[in-house]
């Protein structure tokens, strides 16, 4: 496909009306964006929707800090299976909950019993298998009518610990149009529900009570709160049998600092608060599902239920991973396994049959790529700095402290190489070509040679338009600078260089070439000699004798491996006139390969010239 095609606009998008109104008064000079025929009148804010209530006294959670990991609660089983298009089989859902409790959730939520036979069934697999470890607790979901609290009951029997979790809408929309019921009324459904909960519990002493007041964010406060501490009560909820009450952002309707007021507000109001787990569930219909959830750790919450990398309805639950991984970030254990994160994502996306992006936080294919020069410069020097610190304390790389630009976590610590780090491009620089060249390769670029390069590569991406891959990079520098010494007009053979006194070498050789005065017309060649304060300056005054003058103006070798059997890389740069030319070199033998690099550079500029 030609460049034009790809970028070409499909002749069924929609038209765009583009924005054409007034620029509102007294907009800055420098922002002359005009209103737009969005029909944004229909919405209200969230401040008209809901009352937010805050203390008195003032915020604490602005002032806080998250310093451990709330109690995780994956709800991938129940919740997110709901939201896939094909939910999970049997052997599906064993996979997920296996990979959960490996990870180290200790709870989880294993189903909606009553909402379907294979849920039902699920449960019943976990609960005569033997499949939950004796530290881990099931939960289990249902809506506060009494058959299906009484089917979600007997799903569970046998197992030794769960949590029954109990749900009803309470915001006033929810009320009207979908229940139908007055706050009383409600109020009084999800009483009866709980009666029978505690009753059925009477013969599970293992249970514990969980409820939901969905749409809680949308939700009047002084009614959540009636609720709630109506069903601490009836459930006699102590401190060694807490009762959960989870509040959750069913759809997100503000900025993430008005749900943490909202959560703020119950934690400093709930009865028998020591008797209580505040939980949160925070959807991501705004993009914010993560803020929502940190920020209302800081608010009081002390449980979070969201999915693996956010599946769920319409934009999703919160999502796990990122929560617990951006914990790591901040030096706090997340109580949490994520050592082998590929093998977590390719669970997942096998069990949802929906694939995790690219640029997902932390585990997307692209999320620890650099194609930028300046981020790969900065990346190579942070690696390098990384190595030098490790070296200093005295401990493995994987061991120190962390501090490489743009990447705020090592791929290491969740089981990725370093190989798609720094990956090249059309809008790449010399740092990222000479990082891949030297981790692949062994290659260390002189500085002038990585910007003599970087313009080869820049012009091979720029023809191909495609990502250069390590192996790409080596062929053209193979090409570019090592070859000339075998395929260039001239070529060097039967020679030796000697030390005949201190200080003074000599250089012999047999030189060849096409009729260009430095040999004859049909290649037969001549020998050459020269002498020299060392071999390549005996090399150089060897060819000064046959017409190849040579400056050798920078030099430069080293050896690609550990061991002394690794190969040696020469570089040089010579230079005639006003031009110079790199060139370079590859042997077991450091003199071999110096010569070598003179010979290619001297090539390099016959070519060029010619």
């Known amino acids: 496909m030609t460049a034009s095609a790809a970028m070409a606009v499909p002749a069924a998008a929609p038209a765009l009306r583009t924005p054409a109104g007034p620029v509102p008064a007294g907009a800055p000079w420098w922002n002359p964006q005009r209103g737009s025929a969005m029909p944004f009148h229909r919405y209200r804010p969230a401040r008209e929707r809901v009352e937010v209530r805050t203390n008195p006294e003032g915020r604490q959670w602005p002032s806080r800090q998250i310093e451990r990991a709330p109690l995780w609660v994956p709800v991938d089983l129940r919740d997110g299976n709901q939201a896939l298009a094909e939910p999970m089989d049997p052997a599906r859902k064993r996979r997920m909950f296996d990979v959960q409790v490996a990870m ?239 093998a977590i994502r390719a669970t997942v996306e096998h069990c949802n049959r929906l694939p995790v992006p690219g640029r997902h936080p932390y585990v997307g294919d692209l999320v620890h790529t650099a194609y930028s020069g300046t981020h790969q410069d900065a990346i190579k020097k942070g690696f390098e700095h990384h190595a030098r610190r490790a070296a200093e304390l005295g401990v493995p790389a994987a061991r120190a402290p962390w501090d490489v630009p743009y990447l705020p976590i090592d791929p290491a610590d969740l089981g990725r190489d370093y190989e798609a780090v720094i990956r090249v491009n059309s809008q790449s620089g010399k740092g990222g070509i000479a990082y891949l060249l030297k981790d692949r390769y062994g290659l260390d670029l002189p500085p002038a040679l990585r910007a003599d390069f970087s313009r080869i590569v820049q012009a091979a991406a720029d023809d191909s338009g495609e990502e250069i891959t390590a192996k790409a990079l080596w062929d053209l520098f193979d090409a570019a600078y090592l070859a000339p010494a075998d395929r260039g007009p001239l070529t060097l053979t039967g020679w030796r260089a000697v030390e005949a006194a201190p200080g003074r070498h000599e250089f012999t050789g047999i030189l060849r070439g ?81 010569v070598r690099s003179v010979l290619s550079a001297v090539n390099r500029a016959r070519a060029d010239r010619s």
């Open 104 to 342: 180290g959730f200790k709870e989880i939520e294993v189903g909606y019993p009553s909402a379907s036979r294979a849920d039902f069934d699920f449960v019943r697999h976990l609960a005569d298998s033997g499949a939950v470890p004796d530290d881990v607790t099931a939960v289990v979901f249902t809506a506060a009518r009494a058959d299906l609290i009484e089917r979600t009951f007997a799903s569970i029997a046998g197992l030794p610990r769960a949590v029954v979790h109990l749900y009803t809408a309470t915001a006033p929309v929810w009320r009207e149009v979908v229940i139908r019921r007055e706050r009383a009324e409600l109020r009084s459904l999800v009483e009866e529900a709980a009666t029978l909960m505690a009753r059925l519990a009477d013969r599970a002493p293992g249970v514990r009570f969980q409820f939901s007041p969905e749409v809680f964010n949308l939700t009047e406060p002084d009614f959540v709160l009636e609720v709630c501490n109506g069903l601490t009560a009836l459930w006699d909820a102590s401190p060694d049998r807490p009762v959960v009450h989870n509040l959750p952002a069913t759809v997100e309707i503000a900025t993430p600092n008005v749900y943490a007021d909202q959560i703020e507000y119950m934690h400093r109001h709930l009865d028998r608060r020591d008797a209580v787990i505040l939980s949160v569930h925070p959807h991501n219909d705004r993009g914010t599902g993560v803020a929502c959830a940190e920020l209302a750790l800081l608010a009081g919450a002390q449980r979070v239920e969201g999915c693996l990398f956010g599946n769920g309805e319409r934009t999703g639950n919160v999502d796990l991973v990122t929560l617990a991984l951006n914990l790591h970030t901040q030096g706090v254990d997340p109580m949490l396994d994520f050592s082998d994160i590929d």
């Open 514 to 594: 096409p009729g260009d005065g430095a040999g004859g017309r049909d290649g037969g060649g001549r020998t050459i000699t020269g002498t020299g304060n060392g071999p390549l300056s005996a090399l150089a005054g060897a060819l000064a004798t046959a017409g190849v003058p040579v400056h050798i103006e920078h030099y430069a070798e080293h050896a690609t491996g550990p061991g002394p059997d690794s190969p040696a890389v020469a570089y040089v740069r010579i230079r005639s006139g006003e031009d110079g030319w790199w060139g370079a070199g590859q042997d077991t033998s450091v003199l071999t390969a110096s």
